[in-house]
Nanobody
């Protein structure tokens, strides 16, 4: 069982930055693939970023590529999402997710159904 707790959300002006953190319980954190998803009002939860293979591979949605960076600190059981050049359309609840399952194709980690554990979410609001 893995418990995930997100933090770092808030209100920021367009063009600003935020760093989200996701603290995970469990002694096998380094073996888990971690993802960030977001859900805006009236929309489905969508993939934002993932970090897999112990951190050697990262993947991003096209909408955030070049602006967001996912990273992890296995010693602290924490994954981060650095968000720069924020836009109003980035406004959403951001969720951290984890899975210990192995997928032969990296794109499966873009699928929310591929994750087993979820945090409670943290609100990010970007004003124009």
């Amino acid at each position: 069982q893995v418990q995930l707790v997100e933090s770092g959300g808030g209100l920021v002006q367009a063009g600003g930055s935020l760093r989200l953190s996701c603290a995970a319980s469990g002694r096998t954190f380094s073996s888990y693939a971690m993802g960030w998803f977001r859900q805006a009002p009236g929309k489905e939860r969508e993939f934002v970023a993932a970090i897999i293979w112990g951190g050697s591979h990262t993947d991003y949605a096209d909408s955030v590529k070049g602006r967001f960076t996912i990273s992890r600190d296995n010693a602290k059981n924490t994954v981060y999402l650095q968000m720069n050049s924020l836009k109003p359309e980035d406004t959403a609840v951001y969720y951290c997710a984890a899975t210990g399952r192995y997928y032969s194709r990296n794109y499966y980690y873009r699928d929310r159904d591929g994750y087993d554990y979820w945090g409670q979410g943290t609100q990010v609001t970007v004003s124009s």
